[in-house]
């Protein structure tokens, strides 16, 4: 049986939470460094993309392996990702590495602007990892770029290379994108 259908009732509550807090997400509070707000709602959405894929069995070395999430320690995004180590992740627990090397050995990595060019990106991917960044046409080799869209964190999709890296998005997660390619 595919692992994302036997999970799939299990996510169901969880989707209506999610969709409400990554629809809400970007619209910083009064009072608040929006930089900073924009930086916690980033990174809440790359768990939330963690939490809706799924991956073969045999990404892992067993059923107690943790997703791994790679992002380099330069990154703005660091220190935001790195306060989600620990959480749950598809019956898994979700492991942050800051690293410049990304390899094989992560399961998700978010590509800062510097590395960020088709080439590096496309060859992530064909490591198996589902690659999440915010250049403009990151999606060209990548599979999700988030996007602001007024004061609104979104995300667009080229499912095609989620699927490429070993990654099958939610259709629920796939319905929140502002595009799919």
């Known amino acids: 049986m595919n692992p994302f259908r036997r999970h799939q009732r299990a996510l169901r509550p969880a989707i209506g ?9 970007g619209a910083p ?13 980033k990174a809440a959405m ?6 809706f894929t799924a991956w073969p069995d045999a990404r892992f ?17 660091a220190g935001p990702l790195q306060t989600l180590a620990g959480k749950p992740v598809g019956g898994r627990t979700l492991v942050v ?3 410049t090397q ?12 510097g590395a960020a060019n088709d080439s590096y990106v496309a060859g992530l991917r064909d490591k198996g990892v589902l690659t999440i960044g915010e250049t403009p046409g990151f999606t060209r080799a990548g599979a999700i770029q988030l996007v ?12 095609q290379n989620a699927l490429a890296a070993g990654a099958r998005l939610s259709s629920n997660l796939l319905r929140l994108a502002v595009g799919v390619h």
């Open 46 to 51: 790359i768990y939330n993309f963690g939490r």
């Open 29 to 41: 509070a009064v009072g608040q460094d929006a930089s900073n707000e924009e930086q916690a709602t």
């Open 17 to 25: 939470a999610a969709v409400a807090a990554m629809l809400l997400a």
């Open 61 to 77: 070395g067993g059923p107690g392996d943790p997703v791994v999430l790679c992002v380099n320690p330069a990154a703005a995004l």
């Open 97 to 99: 590495r800051q690293t």
């Open 148 to 159: 602001t869209i007024g004061r609104q964190v979104r995300f667009e999709v080229n499912q």
């Open 102 to 113: 990304v390899d094989r050995t992560c399961t998700m990595a978010y590509v800062g602007a």
